[in-house]
């Protein structure tokens, strides 16, 4: 599971990494939020209306969710826990709050939290991303500081402060788990 502050770039982390590791799968998020320019339907999200998004809640049918700045996110249960019965890694992005729900249902996540190497460069990313007016800037760099707090409530930490460089880390996190499991 790659986790961190909004802007931090696990989004990217992700999708290198989906492309070096092939026997991966991602595990797509529902969200109340509009789609994106260039976002598809059951690729990078599942778009939900709040009704939609509360019917799936009501009968615990995420792992986690989460009001994120007045949208809410979830990992739909289903799909991750075929993939696991079937013997399949699957990758999870998810913000502070999702990792900690991950973490109290399951003492099998890995959890891994992306940091930036400062906040400066976090906050330059953000404006750089151009999807966010100024005040959701300020609001994510507000909660940025408070989600740096729970970086030891995690496995690992990885500074992206070179993309190629966390991608790697991420890989190598994935391959140390997957030899442990494998066992002597």
Request: proline share 5%; charged share 30%.
């Amino acid at each position: 599971m790659v986790s961190g502050p909004s802007g931090v770039g696990k989004g990217a982390i992700v999708q290198r990494l989906l492309r070096l590791i092939g026997d991966v799968q991602l595990s797509i998020s529902a969200t109340t939020r509009p789609a994106r320019p260039g976002e598809v339907e059951g690729v990078h999200y599942y778009f939900m209306d709040p009704e939609e998004f509360q019917a799936v809640v009501d009968r615990g049918g995420f792992l986690e969710w989460a009001d994120v700045f007045g949208r809410r996110y979830g990992t739909p249960r289903s799909p991750v826990e075929q993939a696991l019965a079937a013997g399949r890694d699957v990758l999870l992005e998810v913000n502070v709050d999702g990792a900690r729900q991950v973490r109290a249902g399951t003492d099998e996540a890995h959890l891994v939290f992306v940091r930036p190497p400062t906040l400066a460069e976090l906050e330059r990313r953000l404006r750089l991303r151009g999807t966010e007016c100024e005040d959701q800037v300020r609001r994510r760099l507000t909660a940025a500081t408070e989600e740096l707090r729970t970086e030891p409530e995690f496995d690992e930490t990885i500074v992206n402060d070179d993309l190629d460089t966390a991608v790697r880390a991420v890989a190598d996190a994935i391959a140390r788990l997957r030899a442990r499991d494998r066992g002597p």
